[in-house]
């Protein structure tokens, strides 16, 4: 069975960083055969992994909206299927797949049921798959992952952002989809860590899995247009993930 993670959180809190620092530790420890999904359709884990990126699953869906463009004795299902397959980026680490920006209104419409089944089945082939979740959690209410078995809930470290983890989590409430670990992670800390920040945490009703330090290194990485992973080991933000990762047996 595949292991289903997903990371979520509000705009600008660390998500990304956080997906690719998971992705990281996983790697390291040879977990086995990881699918990724970029979900947001600001698309950026690819450059926090280092990894080029010509086509999200929205610009190859794109064509499949012209009648013309479907090669003649093709039925627009097994087209649409043939474009799916063609999304998919295969490295030596892991796979990814990129949704990208829907353009127009309900763009995903009559290929959502199609783009659900295709991940559903791509993902049996990989022990893990790790989603970065787009801020509205548009493909949880979608139901584009049929269960979770972690999910992340990132906020920054300010009030705020945990009050807004707090909302997240009460949307994910009114979701169907069925999630065994779901706890939030708390990034860019300063020195004195979640402390002045534990009312403010308790009032989500979420589980502290974690907090991430504020990682100078890291900024400088993400400024240089370095990828995360290649951080190295003793790096204050990879040492947290592979902290929360040993307390989640993960
Ligand atoms: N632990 C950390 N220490 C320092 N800076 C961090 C840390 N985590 C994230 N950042 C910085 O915060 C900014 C936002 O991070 P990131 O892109 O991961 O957020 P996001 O939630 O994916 O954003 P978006 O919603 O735009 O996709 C980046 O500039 C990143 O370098
Ligand atoms: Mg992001």
Same mark, same amino acid.
């Given at each position: 069975m595949t292991i289903n993670i997903a990371v979520a959180g509000k705009g600008g809190v660390g998500k990304t960083t956080f997906t690719a620092l998971l992705l990281r530790q996983m790697l390291k420890k040879e977990k086995g055969s990881i699918l990724t999904v970029d979900a947001d359709p600001n698309a950026n884990l690819n450059e926090a992994l280092g990894l080029d990126v010509d086509m999200t699953i929205s610009q190859l869906l794109e064509d499949t909206k012209d009648p013309k463009a479907i090669p003649t004795g093709m039925s627009k299902e097994i087209y649409v299927e043939y474009k799916l397959q063609q999304s998919l980026i295969e490295t030596e680490h892991v796979d990814l797949l990129v949704m990208g920006n829907p353009q127009g209104?309900?763009?995903?419409?009559?290929?959502n049921d199609l783009l659900r089944k295709h991940i559903e089945q791509l993902s049996e082939g990989y022990e893990y798959m790790v989603v970065d979740s787009e801020a509205g959690l548009e493909h949880l209410s979608r139901r584009?992952?049929?269960?979770?078995?972690y999910l992340f809930v990132i906020s920054d470290s300010s009030a705020r952002g945990v009050r807004s983890a707090g909302r997240v989590h009460d949307i994910i409430k009114n979701i169907k989809t069925p999630i065994d670990h779901m706890g939030l992670i708390v990034t860019k800390?300063?020195?004195?860590?979640?402390d002045v920040l534990r009312q403010e945490i308790e009032n989500t009703?979420?589980? @502290? =899995?974690g907090h991430i330090p504020y990682d100078e290194r890291l900024v400088k990485y993400d400024m240089e247009g370095k990828? @995360? =992973?290649?951080?190295?080991?003793?790096?204050p933000a990879v040492k947290a993930v592979d902290e929360i990762m040993k307390n989640l047996n993960l």
């Open positions: 209104p309900g763009c995903y419409c009559y290929p584009t992952i049929p269960k979770l078995d800390t300063q020195d004195q860590g979640v009703q979420l589980n @502290l =899995f990828a @995360l =992973f290649d951080l190295p080991d003793d790096s």
